[in-house]
T-cell receptor, first 110, second 115 residues
Framework: QQPVQSPQAVILREGEDAVINCSSS?????VHWYRQKHGEAPVFLMI?????EQKGHDKISASFNEKKQQSSLYLTASQLSYSGTYFC???????????FGAGTTVTVRA | NAGVTQTPKFQVLKTGQSMTLQCAQD?????MSWYRQDPGMGLRLIHY???????DQGEVPNGYNVSRSTTEDFPLRLLSAAPSQTSVYFC??????????????FGPGTRLTVL
């Protein structure tokens, strides 16, 4: 079952922050985050394992709340290059089967 | 390193035709997978493989076959194309030695239209 992402879309000005949420109805083993620019392939951002760890990648970070089966991606001081569609992928067991959400389209304007 | 390569980039088929989408990787990755991407649906897993000779079904396997005879190649076969299979198809690969290494590298995609 696909995880649910929210919001569907967000528009930001350069320097603003945003949060993208990813929720699952099932207990999760891991959460993966990818970004896809229009007409291109998805590109890996980070993986989070159960245990509530937070990770960072430049000014993009993420958290994983195992009890709530939720992950959040934080875009801090957004840059024009952050524009794209962000997907979370969830893994229920360590079985290599990723279910992706429908995506959140982020538009950063100057 | 070429990474993950896919051919063709674009394909138009008529209903009922069969074809094979090619995928190859030169990173010696154990894991390979096929996804389809439809507007508003994200990526959906079709089939995957954790090594040569081992394949398994994903979320939407019907109408597709795969085989993995070598570590490098993972072709996807459409048996009898249907308009519902119009989509963008991505192949991806990753290591499986430790979940923190499971970054998936995606190919550039194949845009398939079935008339």
């Amino acid at each position: 079952q696909q995880p649910v992402q929210s919001p569907q879309a967000v528009i930001l000005r350069e320097g603003e922050d945003a949060v993208i949420n990813c929720s699952s109805s099932k207990a999760l083993y891991s959460v993966h985050w990818y970004r896809q620019k229009h007409g291109e392939a998805p590109v890996f951002l980070m993986i989070l394992l159960k245990g509530g760890e937070q990770k960072g990648h430049d000014k993009i970070s993420a958290s994983f709340n195992e009890k709530k089966q939720q992950s959040s991606l934080y875009l801090t001081a957004s840059q024009l290059s952050y524009s794209g569609t962000y997907f979370c992928g969830t893994e229920v067991g360590n079985d290599y089967k990723l279910s992706f959400g429908a995506g959140t389209t982020v538009t950063v304007r100057a | 390193n070429a990474g993950v390569t896919q051919t063709p980039k674009f394909q138009v088929l008529k209903t009922g035709q069969s074809m094979t989408l090619q995928c190859a990787q030169d990173m010696n990755h154990e894991y390979m997978s096929w996804y389809r991407q439809d507007p508003g649906m994200g990526l959906r897993l079709i089939h995957y493989s954790v090594g040569a000779g081992i394949t398994d079904q994903g979320e939407v396997p019907n109408g597709y076959n795969v085989s993995r005879s070598t570590t490098e190649d993972f072709p996807l076969r459409l048996l009898s194309a249907a308009p519902s299979q119009t989509s963008v198809y991505f192949c991806a690969s990753s290591r499986i030695t430790g979940v923190e290494n499971n970054e998936q590298f995606f190919g550039p995609g194949t845009r398939l239209t079935v008339l």
